[in-house]
């Protein structure tokens, strides 16, 4: 709704309007969250194409269209997961459907000691002490205006934590599912995990819809992690091509710490995953890749932020993505060096195959470095298929089409091989062949 | 019938007239050598018979076991059994060399109705071709070229052609970049190739490589066209005399 001054605001009413009647309505500091969430998004309004972070990525469709907040988590099954080896894979099993947290279909039977994985709704109502360090203190809201409309309706997700020196012996395994009814449904999840000092786990997310109409899947993680920490992070995005899919994620890190992420996005009319990294101690190494394939009109928008705050960390970004029919991609890194930073090592690369002639790719790699002692380095690539590598394969007997396909899943599976669980770089080149069989026919040689 | 007959061949390259006439005819078991100065078509009678995008056919024609080749886009040539071995193999990061290989070799074998490889079944058929190769098995496992030192990439070459199995070969520069032992093993392993139906089609700049790999007819290319042909002699007299006659003569 417009407030005078040319925002807009779809989604706060409903928001204010939920909030008194909420899990941990009441608590002071929570009451004190939700309400300096609705502020931020309340000044900032919807993100327009003025806003330096979503200049590429255009969300009228939430504007003109009203998504309603759902109510509660509908009583489906766990679906058929799109990935066969991590489903097979033995994990703690975390199912989250519609924001809410469906304890029937979670499997956590055996998790060691000085471990916690817990609905948040849950935890804000039995031990909101447990909460009150971590949640909502490292979104920075005026930063992240969807991650504050997030915390305006902050109720539910997933609340992990993992003590000192606890290695946990198998991943937690996220699966996230928007259940969209016949009218436009929203959901606004919420995640936290923490992890001690010198703790170590993987976390696997999945996020997928199910058969319905459009939705709107607004989610915020916030990562801590203490000195010494370890943390995988692997995301697949395949939702519907209905779906409007907003990641925000934002990971504090101590000294030592390494956060190893991995995204991949193939679903959504439009995808983003925005990832803000912030060095906080000596020694931190934070590795941000992704892969991402895209077809017909949709949008993929990877974003990340990595703040060098201490000294001797070490940053890594590479993306690469496929792009086909009048899709668009969007990479916007930002590496900022604060002066402390000394002897930063920050590099990061973006790198896209365009398919088609209306295919577009909008990358935009950023240093930002106030300290004078500091190897960072950024690139951006954009093309075609190699006219050199493609008569190679032709001129051994290989048909044009499975020519074009070895060659853009070679082009991936660099990236790929990079992942260090052998299940999620399996699953992964598998979703790429499917999507290149799919996707790369014998109607479009254009080369 | 021939295996190869290019009958009055013209091609252009960005417009650009590069064949102006040519005309060869290669029968089975016979070993051709095109020899020629720089610029004068050598590499571009190898990409237009390998139907390489960008090389335009303006006039005549090819026939390659009767049928029309340039009717036939690059990859059905090669099934047909066209081979080009490159002056510069690409590498290609992120595709194994056996994959690719393998790829290529179904592709093939199933053109001709054959069934294809497993992958079992496969290591066992390439590990017997890469032995008089001197290719390891890490050579298989790392992607195709990809960091392979000038003699690799070349042995690379012949072992895609051992594996294909083609009726015309085209080896193209072959020569270039390998030092004398390495130039030994390449032409030990074409020789070993030699078969009364195979068609060998040698071009080089330099008349070294026809010691190791010998012809039976010698074919001077200048400014397009084919202007001079005789046994392996001829090109002991190029080495003594140079180009510079058949540039004048054909200009």
């Not at chain 1, 489906?76 to 279909?105: C, F, M, Q, W």
């Not at chain 1, 937690?172 to 786990?201: C, E, F, W, Y």
């Not at chain 2, 020569?175 to 089609?201: Q, T, Y």
């Amino acid at each position: 709704m417009p407030d005078g001054s040319g925002h807009m605001q779809p989604y706060l009413d409903q928001a204010l309007e939920g909030a008194s009647n909420l899990v941990g309505s009441g608590v002071d500091w929570i009451d004190a969250l939700r309400r300096a969430g609705a502020d931020a998004y309340g000044t900032h309004g919807l993100p327009k194409r003025r806003d330096e972070y979503w200049r590429y990525t255009n969300l009228n469709a939430l504007a003109d269209e009203e998504f309603r907040l759902a109510n509660g988590a509908p009583a489906i099954g766990l679906p058929s997961l799109p990935h066969k080896l991590v489903a097979e894979l033995a994990t703690y099993r975390v199912v989250v459907v519609n924001g809410r947290l469906r304890p029937d279909l979670c499997a956590l039977d055996g998790l060691p000691d000085d471990v916690l994985v817990s609905g948040l709704e849950d935890l804000m109502a039995a031990a909101p002490a447990r909460l009150e360090p971590y949640l909502g203190k490292i979104i920075r809201l005026d930063e992240m205006p969807m991650a504050a409309l997030n915390t305006a309706f902050l109720r539910d997700g997933m609340a992990m934590f993992v003590g000192d020196r606890v290695v946990l012996d198998k991943p937690v395994h996220l699966i996230s599912i928007t259940a969209p009814g016949d009218r436009p449904l929203m959901v606004q999840p919420r995640h936290l995990v923490v992890l001690g000092k010198n703790a170590s786990a993987t976390l696997i997310e999945t996020h997928i819809t199910a058969e319905g109409g459009s939705s709107f899947n607004n989610i915020v993680a916030e990562l801590h992690m203490d000195d010494g920490a370890k943390l995988n992070h692997f995301v697949f995005q395949e939702e519907a091509e209905t779906s409007v899919h907003l990641s925000g994620t934002a990971v504090a890190m101590g000294a030592d710490t390494t956060y190893d992420s991995f995204v991949l996005q193939s679903g959504g009319a439009i995808g983003r995953s925005e990832i803000h990294a912030y060095l906080n101690g000596t020694g931190g190494d934070c590795r941000l890749d992704g892969v991402y394939l895209a077809s017909d009109k949709q949008v993929v928008d990877n974003t990340t932020f990595v703040e060098h705050a201490a000294p001797g960390c070490r940053s890594r970004q590479v993306y690469k993505g496929v792009l086909d029919g009048q899709s668009r991609g969007v990479f916007q890194g930002k590496v900022h060096v604060l002066r402390d930073a000394q002897q930063t090592d920050g590099h990061q690369l973006s790198r896209a195959l365009l398919l088609s002639p209306r295919a577009e790719i909008d990358a935009r790699p950023e240093l930002e470095i106030y300290a004078d002692d500091v190897k960072c380095s950024h690139g951006a690539t954009a093309g075609e298929l190699d006219d050199d590598s493609l008569f190679y394969l032709l001129s051994r007997g290989i048909p044009r089409e499975d020519a074009r396909r070895m060659l853009i899943e070679a082009f991936l599976s660099e990236a790929i091989a990079e992942i260090p669980l052998e299940q999620v770089a399996e699953d992964f080149t598998t979703h790429v062949r499917q999507w290149l069989a799919n996707n790369v026919g014998s109607a479009r040689g254009q080369d | 019938m021939a295996l190869l007959e290019i009958k009055n061949l013209h091609a252009t390259v960005d417009d650009k007239p590069i064949l102006n006439g040519l005309d060869l005819t290669i029968g089975g078991g016979e070993v051709h050598a095109i020899m020629g100065p720089n610029g004068s078509g050598k590499s571009t009678l190898s990409y237009v018979l390998s139907g390489r995008d960008g090389y335009e056919v303006t006039g005549g024609e090819v026939l390659f076991d009767g049928k029309n080749l340039l009717e036939m886009e690059a990859d059905e040539r090669a099934r047909e059994g066209v081979f080009l071995a490159f002056q510069y193999p690409v590498e290609i990061p992120g595709v194994t060399s056996i994959t690719f290989l393998r790829t290529a070799v179904n592709a093939v074998r199933q053109h001709h109705g054959e069934s294809p490889f497993d992958a079992m079944d496969f290591v066992k058929y390439i590990r017997e071709k890469a032995a008089g190769l001197n290719v390891s098995d890490d050579m298989l496992k790392r992607a195709v070229n990809t960091g392979f030192s000038g003699g690799e990439k070349k042995r690379m070459e012949i072992l895609q052609m051992a594996a294909l199995d083609p009726k015309l070969a085209i080896l193209d520069e072959t020569d270039s970049g390998l030092d004398i032992d390495a130039l030994k093993v390449v032409a030990e392993g074409v020789n070993a190739m030699r078969s009364d139906e195979r068609g060998l089609l040698v071009i080089t700049h330099y008349q070294r490589l026809l010691d190791y790999i010998v012809p039976d007819h010698v074919h001077v290319l200048a400014k397009g066209r084919i202007v001079k042909s005789g046994g392996k002699e001829l090109a002991h007299e190029l080495e003594e005399s140079g180009y510079a006659e058949f540039l004048e003569d054909a200009a």
